[in-house]
C-alpha cells in the first residue's frame, strides 16, 4: 500500500495572497523525498487553487506518478490529454461545495465514462473513477472500461459512533475485494487523518492511499517531510 499526496491545499495557500509561496512543486518534491510515491492534484473548473500550470509543472519534473484529479468538463478533459498523467481519477464536482463530497455515480454518466476511458486510453492514461464503496458501483466502473477506482472514505471518516464506522470498514473491504476480483486496482480516500488512517491501512488490499487536507494541516505543526513519514509509518505499521 502506497501513500499520495494531495496537494491542492499547497495552491490554496498561495493563491490567497497570489504570490509565489508556498511552491506546489516544491512541496510535491518533499513529499516525494519523504517517500510518498505518487502526487495528486485536482483542477476545478473555478481554478481555485490548482491552476492549469501547476499541472503542467508537476507533469514535467515530478519523478512519482501523478495523479490528475477532474470532473468532466470538456477543457479540463482536453488539458489532461495534453498533459498526459499516468492516471486521472474522475471525480463529480460541485460548484458551491467546499470539497469533494461524495463520489461519482457511474450508472449516470456510464455513456459518457465509456468514452472519456477510450479517449484517456488512446494516449496511455490510467483511468481511477472515485466512486461509494458499492459493489454495483464498482461493476459498472470495471464495465465502463476504468482501470481503477478509488473509494470514498468521507462517510467513514465523518462518523463517530464505533459501531457505524465499523459497517462503514465493512463496505470498504468488500467494494476493494470485488474490485481486485475484477483485475482493479483500489485507491481510498477522503476525510483520512492521523487517527483514522490506521483502520483503512488494515485493508491490505488497498493499494494506494491518497491524502491531502490533513496533510497539509499537520504540516504546520511538524513540517511536511515528517508529517508525510507520519502517515507513511501509520501504513506501513498495519
Ligand atoms: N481523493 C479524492 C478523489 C479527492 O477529491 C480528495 C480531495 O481533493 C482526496 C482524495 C483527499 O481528501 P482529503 O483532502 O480530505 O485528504
Redesign the pocket.
Known amino acids: 500500500m502506497i501513500l499520495n499526496v494531495?496537494i491542492?491545499h499547497v495552491a490554496t495557500l498561495r493563491n490567497a495572497r497570489g504570490t509565489s509561496e508556498p511552491d506546489v512543486l516544491e512541496a510535491a518534491l518533499i513529499s516525494e523525498a519523504a517517500g510518498a510515491k505518487g502526487i495528486v492534484c485536482?483542477l476545478r473548473e473555478d481554478r481555485r487553487h490548482i491552476k492549469d500550470a501547476d499541472v503542467y509543472n508537476l507533469k514535467n519534473n515530478i519523478s512519482t506518478l501523478l495523479n490528475f484529479?477532474m470532473a468532466m468538463y470538456d477543457d479540463i478533459i482536453a488539458l489532461a490529454l495534453d498533459v498526459v498523467p499516468h492516471v486521472v481519477?474522475i471525480?463529480p464536482e460541485g460548484r458551491q461545495e467546499l470539497?469533494?463530497e461524495g463520489g461519482l455515480d457511474v450508472i449516470a454518466v456510464q455513456h459518457e465514462l465509456i468514452t472519456l476511458c477510450k479517449k484517456m486510453h488512446d494516449k496511455g492514461i490510467n483511468v481511477s473513477l472515485?466512486i461509494e464503496p458499492d459493489k454495483t458501483q464498482v461493476e459498472i466502473a470495471k464495465s465502463v472500461g476504468a482501470d481503477m477506482v478509488?473509494l470514498h472514505t468521507g462517510t467513514y471518516a465523518n462518523l463517530t459512533e464505533p459501531s457505524r464506522q465499523n459497517g462503514e470498514l465493512i463496505r470498504i473491504n468488500e467494494a476493494t475485494l470485488f474490485a481486485n476480483s475484477l483485475g482493479m486496482r483500489v485507491a481510498a480516500?477522503?476525510?483520512?487523518n492521523l487517527d483514522n488512517t490506521s483502520a483503512i491501512a488494515k485493508i491490505k488490499k488497498i493499494d494506494e492511499i491518497?491524502?491531502?487536507?490533513?496533510i497539509i494541516s499537520n504540516s504546520i505543526k511538524y513540517g511536511l517531510e515528517a508529517t508525510v513519514k507520519k502517515f507513511i509509518s501509520i501504513i506501513e505499521s498495519n
Open positions: 494531495n491542492d485536482h484529479e481519477t471525480v470539497t469533494t472515485f478509488e480516500g477522503h476525510g483520512l491518497s491524502i491531502g487536507h490533513s
